[in-house]
């Protein structure tokens, strides 16, 4: 069975960054599309960016300029590179690809 995991999460100061990272465990699997969403405390899980398999880069307005999505095709690795991180960043990070598959989530917590 495929699973994604996630890893680069931890607690930094607002203004700091963090770098994730995606990758697939199991069965030998070709990232095709991959998210990221998170989910902060009491609150419903959030869309945060995606990258297509050749590159093309959405964000939601909360992260546009701070984040940055990319991938590593030949490492079959993805990245979400968050910079100027503020306290409302804090939650737990996932990484998604089709066919519904997820990871178990990193957690990210931003503080004053």
């Known amino acids: 069975q495929v699973q994604l995991m996630e890893s680069g999460g931890g607690m930094v100061h607002s203004g700091g960054s963090l770098r994730l990272s995606c990758t697939p465990s199991?069965?030998?699997?070709?990232?095709?599309?991959m998210r990221w969403y998170r989910q902060a405390p009491g609150k419903q899980r959030e869309w945060v960016a995606s990258?297509?398999?050749?590159?093309?880069?959405k964000y939601s307005d909360d992260v546009k300029g701070r984040f940055t999505i990319s991938r590593d095709n030949a490492k079959n690795t993805g990245f979400l590179q968050m910079n100027s991180l503020k306290l409302e960043d804090t939650a737990v990070y996932y990484c998604n690809t089709d066919g519904d598959i997820w990871g178990q989530g990193t957690q990210v917590t931003v503080s004053s």
């Open positions: 990258i297509s398999n050749i590159g093309d880069t």
């Open positions: 199991g069965s030998i699997y070709k990232i095709a599309v």
